[in-house]
């Protein structure tokens, strides 16, 4: 089992900047992919980005990618998520998740966080 708590979410203005943490404990995939998702109000979740824990390089989707990078520290099994120059669009709930493989679908990973809730005001 695999446990993944998010933090960091908040109210920011736009134009702003934060990070988010997931922090993973319990049994990890050493060789696996962690990834974020999001999901605003009425919307779908979707894809944010992923990395896998044997890579430095982070695979952004065009929606984000320039603003958004993800990196992770495997002493800390923790991911990271740092956003800048936020727009009232990023507002949702951010997952981080984690699977064994590097994917964009949600249905490629097993287990997920609770979620941390990102509000971007205009």
């Known amino acids: 089992q695999v446990q993944l708590v998010e933090s960091g979410g908040e109210l920011v203005q736009a134009g702003g900047s934060l990070r988010l943490s997931c922090s993973a404990s319990?049994?990890?995939?050493?060789?696996?992919?962690m990834a974020w998702f999001r999901q605003a109000p009425g919307k779908e979740r979707e894809f944010v980005g992923h990395?896998?824990?044997?890579?430095?390089?982070?695979y952004l989707d065009n929606s984000v990618k320039g603003r958004f990078t993800i990196s992770r520290d495997n002493a800390k099994k923790t991911v990271y998520l740092q956003m800048n120059s936020l727009t009232p669009e990023d507002t949702a709930v951010y997952y981080c998740?984690?699977?064994?493989?590097?994917?964009?679908?949600?249905?490629?990973?097993?287990?997920w966080g609770p979620g941390t809730q990102v509000t971007v005001s205009s």
């Open positions: 998740a984690a699977g064994e493989f590097l994917t964009t679908s949600d249905r490629g990973y097993h287990y």
């Open positions: 319990g049994s990890t995939f050493s060789n696996g992919a």
């Open positions: 990395i896998a824990w044997t890579s430095t390089t982070a």
